[in-house]
């Protein structure tokens, strides 16, 4: 068994682990006092509201409901008059801390893992502290500031066990980053958010030993860091304990260390360039400033967020992103707001088609409730997948990743073993189809899945054209399979 060293140069050595690049389906939950307001108003998109309106923008109408201690504190913000009309200008954030841990105790984790499973996930991550600072887990190392700022209840640890009791992998998120108990500023833009990493040695030490704690105490398949990490901390040693600890873990791309200056006290234009910077790699997420966010430490996976490659990428990734707009439970979504089940099907697709995986984010409510809306659209992903998961899990790349029909359908390919799948987003109109620029042995054998024998296929010019089965029910996608 390979031993790694704290070293740069050893923590590259690291492979991929093999049940992240076969797994393909992750769900992320967002899950603490935020979701007691449980509100953000109805922006937008990440990326095409920092590309319209800016990041200033972003941070003023934040449609992450999770973010709410940050937005309830920006002046004309509509969080802010929410908060103001809903529980009085005066009350504290600190006050959701009891009210989830009061609603929390209804809370049943084998019910969420039964359902992860049921939609055909293969791993979990949960979000152990986000930037309110609260703990979800009842650590050793208490918040000096706020001691009692955690969850009455073992949440990681009792999802962790429900989680595995299912067969699934588990993972936990942890915001390094951003820590607002220890260092309280205002965020209204990108250049904000970076110089509020907390570089003091306190919050370096605090957050070394909260990640060691869970690393130790629950062995987490995915450490799966957000906005940095202090620049002070000893990141490689963190992530040389972490892969000696559990070989088969795997690592984000979140653990940038940058050593910036204090809240307020950039010069204009530096400003203006580490806004520039961030906007560029959010609204660009292939670009090399993007792919370079990790401080040329060490990751195993990118993380774009809403948003997905254009193309096959040689480095694993993971699209994440919410079912709506936010991650944390927002009550003001829409169904409008929220993906359809048909374009989850396409998007999981789409993702896995260039070497992605999709770890997709359900928010609770305060007593565990996961929203009817998002439960919907899991059991639909989860029943097509029972049907055509063996298109998505376990397989790679092709040499393209896209394709279209001779009706203008999109295509997106996998392939295993030696079979080739194409998957085609939508139902077609008909039962003659038509695959452009695909070719096959004359000696394969094309089925579609969900039926077990094969169905005639011909050679028309460069095109691949099969006759579809009438009794093909109404489905997101249809999913081929070509051998050899």
């Not at 006050?95 to 979990?124: E, H, I, M, T």
Request: proline share 8%.
């Amino acid at each position: 068994m390979q031993t790694y060293q704290p070293t740069p140069a050893s923590l590259k050595l690291h492979p991929v682990p093999g049940w992240f690049d076969d797994a393909k389906l992750g769900i992320f939950i967002h899950w603490g006092p935020y979701s007691v307001p449980g509100w953000a108003p109805r922006t937008g998109n990440l990326r095409e509201v920092v590309a319209q309106h800016g990041d200033a923008h972003w941070f003023t109408h934040n449609p992450y409901a999770e973010w709410y201690c940050q937005a309830m504190q920006i002046d004309g913000s509509p969080t802010q008059r929410y908060h103001a009309e809903t529980y009085g200008a005066h009350t504290p954030y600190a006050a959701f801390g009891p009210q989830f841990n009061a609603a929390a105790r209804k809370w049943d984790p084998l019910l969420w893992a039964d359902l992860f499973r049921r939609s055909g996930a293969r791993y979990v991550v949960m979000v152990a502290k986000h930037h309110d600072g609260f703990l979800m887990w009842p650590s050793a190392t208490r918040n000096p500031y706020r001691p009692d700022w955690r969850a009455e209840r073992d949440c990681v640890g009792e999802l962790t066990a429900a989680v595995r009791a299912n067969k699934l992998q588990m993972g936990l998120y942890y915001s390094g980053g951003l820590d607002f108990t220890f260092k309280d500023v205002v965020i209204r833009d990108f250049a904000d958010m970076l110089t509020a990493i907390p570089n003091d040695p306190a919050y370096t030490a605090y957050a070394d030993a909260h990640w060691r704690e869970l690393i130790e105490r629950y062995a987490p398949a995915v450490l799966w860091n957000d906005i940095g990490y202090p620049a002070s901390a000893d990141l490689p040693a963190l992530l040389a304990y972490y892969y000696n600890t559990v070989p088969h873990g795997a690592v984000n791309d979140r653990f940038t260390q940058a050593n910036l200056p204090g809240f307020g006290n950039l010069p204009g234009l530096a400003r203006k360039l580490i806004r520039w910077i961030v906007r560029r790699a959010l609204t660009h997420p292939h670009s090399l400033i993007a792919r370079l966010q990790t401080g040329g430490i060490h990751c195993d996976f990118r993380t774009p967020e809403y948003a997905t490659y254009a193309k096959i990428t040689a480095q694993k990734w993971e699209a994440t992103r919410g079912m709506g707009r936010s991650f944390g439970y927002n009550r003001n979504e829409q169904p409008d707001d929220l993906i359809s089940a048909q374009d989850l099907v396409h998007l999981l697709a789409d993702v896995v088609s260039k070497n992605g995986n999709l770890l997709l984010n359900v928010g609770p409510m305060a007593d565990g409730t996961i929203p009817p809306a998002q439960v919907e659209r899991l059991e639909k992903l989860g029943a097509w997948l029972k049907i055509n998961g063996e298109a998505i899990f376990g397989t790679r790349p092709w040499d393209r990743a896209e394709g279209k029909t001779d009706a203008g359908l999109p295509v997106r390919f996998t392939q295993k073993d030696n079979a080739l799948y194409a998957i085609i987003l939508g139902k077609p109109r008909s039962d003659q189809l038509e695959i452009h620029a695909l070719s096959a042995p004359e000696t394969a054998s094309v089925y579609v899945l969900g039926y077990n024998a094969p169905f005639a296929w011909q050679r028309r010019g460069s095109a691949l054209a099969l006759t579809l089965p009438r009794t093909l029910p109404a489905t997101p996608a249809v999913a081929l399979k070509i051998v050899p």
